[in-house]
């Protein structure tokens, strides 16, 4: 499996501390069956991350992790945030792409429910040549939330459901319906430390999306293929 979603990088924003807390975290995710994992520290005003640092910083956490025999490969990628973007040009937006292949852009909605904003934002990324996928949707529900989902996936993006999320007893059943209505197209993390909050795992979530008898036949797709494709920078289109 690849976690699409995870503040693996250390000491850059509200993720991991240091790189013992990295090389944590890729063990969370080693012992769940995780095989790489996108570094996507917040690309936003209230962090102050730099694009062109993150490069070096990423061999580092694979050096470490190689170091102690993690058998995990830690990718490229950001968090960009919405209300980001317009300060971003082609290049700085290429070099935070979902495992480094250039198409992949994990979209942070704005804070409060989900607004036509945010379509727009997808269909901007768009016209100069990148995809999104939209991070964690469950925690932006409003009164026309799944209204606005199914626009974004007719925007041509896909979702990003929270794994910890689908298994928690509030945010469960949302996710559950989504999932159910073919609005829950990969998985990620969002894991911040491994001291504290979300653990690097997918495979329980896995799990409670097998319980839903429509989406049984796409797991593998959910599960593998577009998250390997996402990385590789390939187009792709959720076939439910």
């Excluded at 198409?103 to 100069?128: Q, T």
């Excluded at 993390?189 to 997918?202: I, K, T």
Aim: proline share 6%; glycine share 10%.
């Amino acid at each position: 499996m690849i976690d699409l979603h995870c503040h693996l990088l250390p000491g850059l924003d509200d993720g991991a501390v240091d790189m013992e807390d990295s090389v944590a975290l890729a063990r969370q995710g080693e012992h769940d069956g995780v095989l790489a994992i996108c570094a996507t520290p917040h690309i936003r005003h209230d962090h102050d991350v730099r694009i062109h640092e993150l490069p070096q910083r990423l061999a580092a956490v694979q050096a470490a992790l190689d170091g102690v025999g993690v058998a995990v490969r830690a990718l490229p990628g950001g968090e960009v945030a919405q209300t980001a973007l317009h300060g971003l040009d082609d290049a700085e937006l290429r070099a935070v792409t979902l495992g480094g292949g250039g198409r992949w852009i994990l979209l942070e909605p704005a804070p409060g429910p989900l607004g036509p904003e945010l379509e727009d934002a997808v269909r901007a990324l768009g016209r100069r040549g990148f995809d999104s996928v939209v991070a964690h949707p469950e925690r932006h529900v409003g009164a026309d939330f799944f209204e606005r989902v199914r626009a974004l996936a007719g925007a041509g993006a896909l979702i990003q459901a929270t794994a910890a999320a689908i298994v928690d007893e509030h945010a469960g059943p949302t996710l559950l319906r989504m999932a159910a209505d073919g609005l829950v197209h990969v998985l990620g993390s969002d894991a911040h430390s491994a001291r504290a909050g979300r653990r690097v795992a997918l495979r329980a979530a896995i799990d409670a999306l097998e319980t839903l008898p429509d989406l049984r036949p796409h797991l593998r797709w959910i599960e593998h293929e577009a998250p390997a494709a996402i990385v590789a920078g390939e187009p792709l289109h959720a076939p439910f």
